[in-house]
Each structure stands twice: as structure tokens, then as C-alpha cells.
């Protein structure tokens, strides 16, 4: 999934308007898990002047997955959440879960480059039957699914939410998700 559906989603089914300050810590757990594949898109943009590259030949890296795999862990957020419940922490808690989700979400949607979302446990990779990235692997179903759960958390989140910001924030996503689906559907994959 697109980390932003991450966001959202976890928001929407987390989140709650009578104590916004759960949002904070759910859009930081949401984001958390994708942060090394951010850092790996950013460190070859800056190799990208001398040296071609694909997204393939480096995220998928021995250098890069041990960090991709550690953040998709689900053990490692249920320890997390664990912790939290005994710290009594209120914003770790909600951190700690929205990364759980994010990991279970991811998990159903990966196929052929699944995480190892039992570490440490185990080293075994869920083959999904669909896809969210994978042509072959129905994405031009998947890609649009998402997009209209997207929609429909932030058209709650939207009645949820009075503020101007979040609305604007809110149609943003809705429309660049948007584009990005009919892209993919149309094209057949995002690189």
C-alpha cells in the first residue's frame, strides 16, 4: 500500500475526534515503516547524477531490505505496543499500533516482494495473491481498491474533521492517489 493509505486508513479506524491528539502518533506509526525505502529513494536521487540506476537494483539491496524487513516487523510492533501498555504510554500506544497495522495492511498486499514480516522469529515471506505493485499479480485491481478505501476514510475523516487544513489535505491525497490509480491501471506499473 502507498504509505499516505497507510496514514489515512490507520487514522480513520484509530483515530477519534473527541481526542485529536492520537493523530499525531497514528500518522508517525503509519509512516515509520517506509521510512527506509524514503531514505533509500532519496540517497539514490543524489547518486542519480553520476551513476543509472533502477529502483529494483537497490531497494531490493542486501544493503537496504535487513531495514525494510526490521520495520515491517509484527513482532517487533507488538513488542512495541507491549511496552507502551506497561509504560502506560498514551502516544507510544497509538504509535506502536498504527505500525502494527501498517505491517498486517502490507502484508496482504505484497507478493513477490513481500517483507519478512515475522522477524525475528522467522525469515519466512507471505506470498500474497494480489498485489498492490505487481502486474501479474491483479494490481490493476488492487491499485484502484485502494484508492476508493482511500476515498472513503477521508470522506469520513473530512465529516469527522471541521478543519480547513485537513479538508484541503484530505482532497489532496484523494486526487493525487487518484491520478497515481489511473495511472498505474492505464500504464501497468509506477516505474
Not at 481526542?19 to 503509519?30: D, K, S, T
Not at 536521487?45 to 535487513?66: E, G, L, R
Not at 470522506?155 to 492517489?177: D, E, M, T, V, Y
Amino acid at each position: 500500500m502507498l504509505t499516505t493509505s497507510h496514514a489515512i486508513l490507520n487514522s480513520t479506524l484509530l483515530g477519534r475526534k473527541t481526542e485529536p491528539q492520537r493523530y499525531w502518533p497514528l500518522i508517525l506509526g503509519a509512516l515509520l515503516p517506509d521510512i527506509p525505502g524514503f531514505l533509500n529513494a532519496v540517497w539514490k536521487t543524489v547518486q542519480a547524477a553520476s551513476n543509472h540506476w533502477t529502483w529494483d537494483d537497490s531497494y531490493y539491496s542486501a544493503a537496504w531490505m535487513p531495514w525494510v524487513d526490521w520495520a515491517h516487523s509484527i513482532p517487533l510492533a507488538i513488542t512495541l505496543t507491549l511496552l507502551c501498555l506497561l509504560f502506560r504510554s498514551q502516544p507510544g500506544l497509538y504509535f506502536s499500533l498504527s505500525m502494527f497495522l501498517h505491517d498486517v495492511e502490507d502484508l496482504f498486499v505484497h507478493s513477490i516482494k513481500s517483507h519478512h514480516h515475522f522477524l525475528p522469529f522467522s525469515d519466512y515471506r507471505f506470498i500474497s495473491p494480489i498485489s498492490c505493485g505487481e502486474p501479474q499479480f491483479h494490481a490493476a485491481f488492487v491499485v484502484p481498491a485502494e484508492w476508493a478505501l482511500v476515498v472513503g476514510c477521508c470522506f469520513l475523516l473530512w465529516k469527522r474533521h471541521p478543519s480547513p487544513w485537513l479538508k484541503w489535505g484530505l482532497i489532496f491525497i484523494c486526487a493525487a492517489q487518484g491520478f497515481g490509480a489511473l495511472y498505474f491501471v492505464l500504464v501497468g506499473q509506477f516505474h
